[in-house]
Each structure stands twice: as C-alpha cells, then as structure tokens.
C-alpha cells in the first residue's frame, strides 16, 4: 500500500495532513474526491454492462447453434488454422554432444557460443 493510499484510509493521518489547509482547501479535496468517485463507478458500470451484453450475445450464439443441432467440435473441425510456419536452420554445427542447427534468429545458443568462442564464424558453420 503506498504511503498517500495509507494517508487517505487512515482517518488519524489524513487529519494530520490536512491540519494546514483551509475550509475552502479541504472542500475542493472532496470536490474533486467525489468527482473522481463518480467517473470510477460509471466505469465499473460501463465495464459490467459490456460484460453482459457480452455474455448475452453468446447466450444468444449457443441457443442458435443448439436450434441448429450444431455442436462445437463441429465448428472447430471446419475451421482451417494454419500451422505456424517453422523457421529453417541456417547454421549447423557438429561436436561432441552431436549435430546443432541454429536458425540465426533469437539468442545464441551454447554451443555456438562456444563455436564462435574458439575464433570461428557464422560462415564456417552456414549451410549450403
């Protein structure tokens, strides 16, 4: 909890603060307490009212889709997802531990570091 949150919960330490502030200082605190107060729960409710509705649409999908006699592996069986494309090695080493092959892409793996450590490139391991 931060130490101004600890300051406004705390009744003792918020009359504490505001010993040095006019009337006037303090009503414009809570003014602008109460404005803030308002904007957050028209939020709260906004966020709420589009949560239902939400849950309603889907509601409404579900009870289409039951009228129909169509069940959800049907719909995800006729969806066509791509498979990630996997991205070809460029570079390939072979040492003790057995055959790597790198894409080039991302942080360099051990063995290479090492590989390029004895004084090699990235040329003597690219594939041709």
């Known amino acids: 909890m931060s130490d101004f949150l600890k ?5 003792n330490s918020l009359r504490k603060h505001c010993a040095d502030l006019s009337v006037a ?7 602008d307490l109460k404005e803030i107060a ?3 729960r028209a939020e709260e ?5 589009a949560k239902q509705a939400r849950e309603e649409k889907i509601d409404v999908i579900r009870q289409t889709m039951k009228d129909a006699g169509i069940d959800l592996e049907d719909l995800l069986g006729s969806i066509d997802v791509a ?13 003790e531990d ?10 360099t793996p051990i063995a ?3 590989f390029f450590d004895q004084g090699n490139t ?5 594939i041709k």
């Open 122 to 126: 990235k040329e003597d391991c690219l």
């Open 45 to 49: 409710e906004a966020a709420v009212a």
């Open 7 to 11: 300051t406004l919960t705390r009744k």
């Open 112 to 114: 290479f570091q090492k």
């Open 98 to 107: 057995g055959t790597h092959e790198w894409s080039g892409r991302g942080r």
């Open 25 to 31: 200082e303090i009503e414009k605190v809570l003014a």
């Open 38 to 40: 308002e904007d957050k």
């Open 83 to 95: 498979p990630k494309k996997k991205v070809q090695p460029k570079y390939r080493i072979t040492d």
